[in-house]
């Protein structure tokens, strides 16, 4: 069988080596992840094709298809519908479903890593994308205080008035004294990734929150500008991998029927060693 990664551009992406980790690990040794670099363009054939073949199983969806997807899927799962972003395709009774598990993921790695949050989070999300979608959900599932800046405050605000603006409200700047006293800032956008990997989203001139955790989403580099600049200021700084490892374990038990618990060590691993 056959599962692979939905997205523009998708030749950085380390999910070919985790994956084919965990088919090893539980014996699935005809299986294989593969990379299907999609332009806009050519998406909705791209989805014809996944459905309509009896060798592929399902996929995964990145950058910058999770909310382009949605109108060529058969069906989506709630957290999905609710979240508006789709990382994870997979086949029923041979229909095309969306299901998103970055904010499983998203979760699960704080907890790996003993970062609470709970209705005494105050978060920062950085973006307005389809990740920071799923981290909103995320967030705001266990009562945390959101506060969304995004480039676009027009995008920002929309996905505050996506889940309902109680307790998640969006900023036109990092430097709002709101977000003085995040506890928490999660960087959902693409900026600081290889190759532009001297790249920011976080103002220079803004010293950043030292009681703040910070959690970048981008796994490659391991250690970004942005988490640079946090180190430098004393705060926490985590970066992406294990979120990675979690979203796709959760995947792989969308397509294969086996928890996620059996693969996500082997996946982490898998992505430690790249």
């Known amino acids: ?3 692979g990664l939905i997205g523009h551009p998708v030749a950085h ?5 985790m994956q084919q980790a965990a088919f090893a690990t539980v014996g699935l ?3 294989r992840y593969e990379l299907w670099d999609t332009p806009a363009e050519a998406l909705a054939a ?4 996944v459905r309509r073949r009896a060798d592929i199983a399902g996929g995964n969806v990145t950058v910058p298809h999770k909310q382009a997807v949605l109108p060529f899927l058969d069906e989506v799962t709630a957290d999905a519908r609710a979240i508006g972003a789709v990382n994870t395709l997979f086949k029923r009774a041979g229909r095309l479903w969306g299901d998103n598990t970055d904010w499983v993921g998203f979760l699960a790695d704080l907890d790996f890593h003993g970062v609470t949050v709970d209705a005494g989070t105050r978060a920062l999300v ?7 979608r799923a981290v909103v959900y995320a967030l705001r599932a266990r009562g945390a205080q959101v506060w969304i800046y995004n480039r676009s405050f027009e995008r920002a605000q929309a996905l505050a008035e996506a889940f309902g603006r109680e307790g998640c409200e969006p900023v036109e700047t990092p430097a709002a004294p709101a977000c003085r006293s995040a506890t928490l800032v999660v960087n959902c956008t693409p900026v600081g990734m290889w190759p532009a990997v ?10 950043f929150p030292a009681r703040a955790v910070l959690y970048d989403l981008i796994y490659r580099p391991a250690v970004t500008a942005l988490m640079g ?3 430098a200021a004393g705060a926490r700084a985590i970066g992406g991998a294990g979120m990675l490892a979690e979203q796709g374990a959760a995947a792989f ?16 691993e898998a992505l430690n060693h790249a």
Do not use: C, H, K
């Not at 001297?198 to 010293?207: I, K, M, N, V």
């Not at 038990?253 to 982490?268: D, L, Y």
């Open 1 to 3: 069988m056959i599962v």
């Open 46 to 49: 791209r989805l014809d094709d």
């Open 253 to 268: 038990a969308r397509w294969t029927g086996i928890p996620a618990a059996r693969v996500s060590t082997v996946m982490r």
């Open 29 to 31: 040794l005809d299986w």
């Open 13 to 17: 992406s380390q999910s070919p080596r």
């Open 198 to 207: 001297d790249a920011s989203p976080w103002p220079q001139e803004l010293p």
């Open 229 to 231: 600049q946090a180190r």
């Open 126 to 132: 950085l973006g307005a994308g389809g990740s920071a």
